[in-house]
C-alpha cells in the first residue's frame, strides 16, 4: 500500500511538473495585446502604437510603420520601434512632416515572448487623406 502511494505521489508530482510551465506561458501569451494610432494635423502625422501582456514577458516589442500611398501604391516613409524587457507594457510614438495630397496609414506588429512561447499579431489603422 505504501509503494502505491509513492507511486501515486511521483506522477502526480510529475503531471504538476510538466503541466505549470506550459500554464504559465500560455497564459502571458493569452493576454498579450496592442494598439495603434495615426493623427494628421496640418502637414505633420502622430503615430505610434503599444503593445500590452497580462503579465510580466521576457521580451515586449512593439513596432508601427507610417506609410504614403502614391499612384495606387503603399510606400513606407517612416518607421518606429521599441523593446523591452521583463515588463508587460511597452510604447513608442512619433511625429513626422509629410508632403500632404496623398493617403497615409499606419500598420503595427506586436511581439511577446515568454521562455520559448512567443505572439505576435498585427494591426492597421484607417487611411487618412492629407491635403496638399
Known sequence: MKRK????????????????????ARAAVMNAGGYSFLS??????????S???GGDEDE???TVILYEKRSGS????ARVSKTDYDTDYVEKSTTVS????????VTS??????????STSSGSTSEYWIPA
Open 40 to 49: 494628421p494635423s496640418g502637414k505633420s502625422v502622430s503615430f505610434g502604437g
Open 109 to 118: 506588429s506586436h511581439y511577446t515572448r515568454t521562455g520559448t512561447v512567443t
Open 60 to 62: 515586449i516589442r512593439v
Open 51 to 53: 503593445t500590452s501582456s
Open 98 to 105: 509629410v508632403a500632404g495630397g496623398h493617403y497615409y496609414k
Open 5 to 24: 502511494m509513492i507511486v501515486l505521489a511521483a506522477a502526480l508530482l510529475l503531471l504538476v511538473l510538466i503541466a505549470l510551465p506550459i500554464s504559465e
Open 74 to 77: 503603399w510606400y513606407e516613409i
